[in-house]
């Protein structure tokens, strides 16, 4: 997973899908002048209403920085921003030095067998992604886009939703992208990966279930049980046991790093394709995004979490 944001740019560019100009370093390169070398190249874009900015991205998912604030406009705050990358990082680690759309929106678009799943929200990425906003508009499409009512107002128009069509056909199916949409109209897509198929892993549930606890969205699919750890900052992350549930506010890029070890996963807020989501499919874990989650689970709760459904039990509550 070194470099799957390049091998994902490098698809991108292959099928012929519009993306924001880009160049990539190794960090073990990363000095003033060769920074400065690739902004001439580029250039920082000052298009009203398309690109503005640069921002500059690690080459693997759940790398030390992630990644420089969006719409770096100075010269000095970029080679900053990659000098800080640079130290934070392995040597073989690779920047991506990218320009930025200036956007009106941004999303996913989750693109299966037989449907597509697309969730957006206004502006830039972040809020979506790392699952900090509920405010987020779902569409589904199986011979026509059905909306669901997370938000009234309508962020996508048709016109929108018949490129977005347009540009699946141009990509395999199991394919994830991550978009923008410009304030002129135009799209923008920037990254992409292979989502695994989602198996039908459903067990039947203990019988020990006495209640149900919380509905929420399944975001990945799977039943699994565990003890409850809620983690509200990264300074409890210490807490969290190999087999635990690990209920959290949103994909924290320091909490994810235990992915690997939990049986499931809860978050307050997020989507079907916030990295919390995409990280649990990626990893076979169940994982289920719920509103107050982390004020209603308690730590050492016992609870079944089932992802398909979106349902989370406690085991030996009374009816």
């Known amino acids: 997973m070194q470099y799957q944001k390049i091998r994902g740019l490098e698809k991108i560019k292959q099928w012929g899908l519009p993306y924001p ?62 000098l800080r990358l640079r130290d934070k990082n392995e040597p073989h680690v690779k920047l991506i030095v990218q320009q930025v759309v200036d956007a009106r929106c941004s999303g996913v678009m989750l693109k299966g067998s037989d449907k597509i799943s697309v969730e957006v929200v206004h502006g830039d990425a972040p809020s979506l992604l790392e699952g900090k906003t509920p405010d987020i508009e779902r569409w589904t499409y199986l011979g026509s886009w059905e909306k669901e009512d997370e938000i009234q107002e309508k962020i996508l128009n048709e016109k929108d939703l018949d490129l977005l069509l347009k540009y699946s056909y141009l990509v395999p199916e199991y394919s994830y992208l991550e978009w923008s949409l410009s304030k002129k109209g135009i799209f923008y897509f920037y990254e992409f990966m292979k989502w695994k198929r989602e198996e039908n892993k459903k067990k039947a549930i203990s019988k020990g279930i006495k209640k149900q606890l919380i509905k929420g969205l399944g975001a990945s699919p799977g039943v699994s ?52 989501s995409i990280i649990a499919r990626e990893y076979g874990v169940p994982c289920v995004i719920s509103e107050n989650a982390t004020k209603r689970l308690k730590d050492g709760m016992k609870v079944v979490v089932d ?3 979106g349902s989370i039990f406690v085991l030996g509550a009374s009816p």
């Open 21 to 82: 100009p880009y160049e990539v370093v190794e960090s073990s390169q990363v000095t003033p002048s060769k920074i400065e070398e690739i902004i001439s190249e580029i250039g920082i874009p000052t298009i009203e209403e398309d690109r503005i900015g640069i921002v500059i991205r690690t080459s693997g998912a759940g790398r030390a920085g992630g990644r420089s604030d969006l719409h770096l406009m100075e010269v000095e705050e970029i080679i900053n921003w990659a």
């Open 307 to 309: 992802g398909s459904e």
């Open 225 to 276: 049980n565990g003890t409850v750890k809620v983690v509200l900052n990264s300074d409890e992350i210490n807490k969290v046991g190999t087999g635990d549930v690990l209920v959290i506010k949103y994909a924290d890029r320091h909490v994810m790093h235990i992915i690997n070890k939990v049986s499931a996963l809860i978050c307050d807020v997020g989507g079907r394709t916030s990295h919390a």
